[in-house]
């Protein structure tokens, strides 16, 4: 079992950054690809970036690429979303998601774990 807890979120001006935190325990870290997912009022979520578990391979979202970096630190057992020049159709809860695979996914259904969730707004 693996316990996610995401952090940093909050109300930001347009063209503002924000950094989202998520912590892993349970299991292994370095055994776990990882993803951030979002869900916006009356939208269905949505993948945002993610990586392979060995960090390796990203992907990012179209419609974040350049704006947003993912990371992690294996050391700390922690996933980061640095999101920059944030824009008012970015706000919405944003997860944290893990999955006992090798690979990258990009679809929520191939995630074994999800956090709770933090809420990102971006004022116009």
């Known amino acids: 079992q693996v316990q996610l807890v995401e952090s940093g979120g909050g109300l930001v001006q347009a063209g503002g950054s924000l950094k989202l935190s998520c912590a892993a325990s349970?299991?292994?870290?370095?055994?776990?690809?990882m993803g951030w997912f979002r869900q916006a009022p009356g939208k269905e979520r949505e993948f945002v970036a993610g990586?392979?578990?060995?960090?390796?391979?990203?992907r990012y979202a179209d419609s974040v690429k350049g704006r947003f970096i993912i990371s992690r630190d294996n050391a700390k057992n922690t996933v980061l979303l640095q999101m920059s020049s944030l824009k008012p159709e970015d706000t919405a809860v944003y997860y944290c998601?893990?999955?006992?695979?090798?690979?990258?996914?990009?679809?929520?259904?191939?995630?074994?774990?999800w956090g709770q969730g933090t809420q990102v707004t971006v004022s116009s």
């Open positions: 349970g299991r292994a870290f370095s055994r776990l690809a």
């Open positions: 998601a893990a999955r006992n695979g090798l690979l990258v996914a990009t679809t929520g259904r191939d995630y074994d774990y």
């Open positions: 990586f392979s578990r060995s960090g390796e391979t990203t």
